[in-house]
């Protein structure tokens, strides 16, 4: 296992994916680092949903592709140029980017902090998916992907609650054989905020 700082350093969105599905026992161990994030009040609300149906996730992808309105890239605004997402191309039109497994997060909707429990799940999710080799990326808004009759139909067959809400998904995969790792983008500079100066 790599140290945790290499897998924070290492970790970024992968938007292309090979076809093979991931193995069951990494799975589970990316499942266990979602069930073991900090939650709110300690009331575990997150539920889970799985789906290695490669047709379900490419309807899903683009009910919420078609349902997305994303402010497309410009010259000097883009999301990525290595990994481009829907908001740096027009032609992609699954949000989900044919990764073979998507996890979308629910929580409750009345709970003030549904989207703080999915996302510290996510991150936990996607620190331990590279720390295992596998790609990840998180896609925000998860609720337009259900947003017509095929995404309710498969929202029944889920048995989702009705006063819980997609809150986003996790796509996950192998990288694209042959593709270079993405390399972050500079930090931007002065978002460290220092009081009092540095500890001598
Ligand atoms: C709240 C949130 C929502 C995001 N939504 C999307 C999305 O809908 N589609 C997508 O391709 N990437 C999405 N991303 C991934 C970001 O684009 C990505 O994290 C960012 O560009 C930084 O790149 P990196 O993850 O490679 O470090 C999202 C990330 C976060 C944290």
Redesign the pocket.
Known sequence: MPDIFETIMH?????RFEPKQIEETALQQILQAGLYAPCAGGRQGVIFAVCQDKEVNERLGKIKRAN?N?RMATATSF??RE?P???DDPKLTN?F?DAPTVITLFAPKNFLFSVDDC?VA?ENM?LAADALGIGS?????GWPAFADPYGQEILRQWNIPADHYAV??LLLGYAKEGDKH?T??PRKEGRVIRMGGAAK
């Open positions: 970790r970024c969105s992968i938007r997305s994303p999301v990525s990994r997402s829907i908001a949000a980017y996302a996510a996607m990326c998180y896609i925000g808004q986003m998904q993405p972050p983008k």
